[in-house]
C-alpha cells in the first residue's frame, strides 16, 4: 500500500513497475510530500548516510545508485517513502557498463571497463595521456584506507612498484570516483617519486583522474617506485566498502582498512571478480585494528573489502 502527503495517481503506480528509475523516485518523494532534507535526516536515524544533493540527483537521472552502500540505502529510502520494497531498486536494471566483452581490437579491457558508468570515464580519462598504461608492468601495489572514530573515511595511500616494457614511460594516470558528487573531491597530497601533472575533475560525475609524472622518462626495464595520498575534506563520507579496479594485471596487490582503535564493524567481507567472474565473497574478522587482504597474479578485475557497522 502507498501513502503519503499526497493521493497516489494511476501514472505513479505505472511508474513504480516500469519507470524509468529518475521519474519514480520523483513522484514517490512528491507524494510522500517529504523535503529532501527531512528524508535524508529520516534516513541518517536509520544509520544511512545519502546527502540531500545525491537525492536530487537521482531523482533528476544525473545520477544513480551505483555502490553496494548506494544500493542498500535504497531499500531504507523505500521504506521511508512507503513503497513495495524492491520497487525502487528493480528499476535499476543491471549495472551500467560493465560488459564482458572486450572493446578493444587487441582484446585488452578498456580503461573504464570496471567502473560503474565507462562512458563518463571514457570521457574524462581523454583528456589526459594514457598512452603508455600498457607499456607499465604493475609489480606491486599496495593501498592503505583509513576509517576514523567516526566510521568516516579519512585518507587513502597508495605505494605502487612499476617496470618499463619500452623505453619511455614518464606518468602514471591515478582514476577516483566517489558516489557523493555533492561533497568536495579528495584532494592528492604525500606525493613520493612522483609529480602531479593535468588533472581533470568532474565534480558533478564524482570524478577525479590526474596524471603522475615521473621523475624522469624511464628506459626499457627500468622500476619505479610510486607513493600518493588522497585526503578527505568535510563532510566526510561514511566508510563502508573500498575497491581497487586491475585492468591488466598486478603480480602482487595488498590492500588494509585500518580503523580507528575501538571502532570496528560487525561484519568485514572481501569481494573480487577477475576476468569478469565475480568469486565468493568470504568474511574477515578484523585484527586488532585492521584488516588486510592480498591477492597474487590479479587482474584484470575487482577486488576490495565491504563492511558493516552496528545500527
Known amino acids: 500500500m502507498i501513502s503519503g502527503g499526497a493521493k497516489p495517481r494511476p501514472e505513479f503506480e505505472r511508474l513504480l513497475r516500469e519507470g524509468p528509475f529518475a521519474d519514480a523516485l520523483r513522484e514517490a518523494i512528491r507524494v510522500r510530500g517529504l523535503s529532501l532534507e527531512r528524508l ?20 533528476s537521472g544525473r545520477s544513480r ?3 553496494r552502500d548506494s544500493v542498500l540505502g535504497l531499500r531504507h529510502l523505500e521504506q521511508v517513502l512507503e513503497v513495495p520494497p524492491g520497487s525502487l531498486a528493480a528499476l535499476l ?30 570521457s574524462a580519462v581523454s583528456e589526459v595521456d594514457t598512452h603508455w598504461d600498457e607499456r607499465l608492468t604493475r609489480i606491486s601495489q599496495h593501498d592503505v584506507v583509513f576509517v576514523g572514530s567516526r566510521r568516516e573515511e579519512l ?16 606518468r602514471w594516470v591515478m582514476i577516483v570516483h566517489i558516489d557523493e558528487h555533492d ?19 568532474h565534480p558533478e560525475d564524482g570524478l577525479l583522474v590526474m596524471e603522475l609524472l615521473f621523475e624522469r622518462p624511464l628506459a626499457k626495464g627500468e622500476t619505479v617506485i610510486t607513493e600518493h595520498t588522497l585526503v578527505n575534506s568535510a563532510p566526510f563520507p561514511q566508510a ?8 591488466l594485471p598486478t603480480r602482487e596487490y595488498v590492500l588494509e582498512i585500518r580503523f580507528s582503535p ?13 576476468d569478469g567472474q565475480p568469486t565468493e565473497s568470504s568474511e574477515v574478522v578484523p585484527v586488532v585494528d585492521s584488516v588486510h587482504g592480498v591477492a597474487l597474479n590479479f587482474g584484470p578485475g575487482r577486488f576490495g573489502f565491504e563492511w558493516d557497522w552496528d545500527s
Open 65 to 67: 545508485p551505483e555502490r
Open 240 to 247: 563502508t566498502n573500498y575497491e581497487r579496479k586491475f585492468r
Open 262 to 274: 575501538g571502532m570496528l564493524p560487525a561484519r568485514c567481507r572481501r569481494r573480487s571478480e577477475q
Open 155 to 170: 585518507a587513502f595511500q597508495s605505494r605502487q612498484v612499476l617496470r618499463a616494457e619500452a623505453d619511455g614511460p614518464d
Open 93 to 122: 536494471g543491471p549495472p551500467r557498463a560493465r560488459g564482458r566483452r572486450p572493446a578493444r581490437a587487441d582484446g585488452l579491457p578498456e580503461i573504464g571497463r570496471y567502473w560503474p558508468d565507462r562512458t563518463r570515464i571514457d
Open 183 to 201: 561533497r568536495p573531491l579528495p584532494e592528492a597530497t604525500s606525493l613520493r617519486g612522483c609529480r602531479p601533472g593535468r588533472s581533470v575533475l
Open 40 to 59: 535524508r535526516d529520516h534516513l541518517r536515524a536509520r544509520g544511512v548516510s545519502i546527502t540531500a544533493a545525491t537525492l536530487s540527483y537521482w531523482q
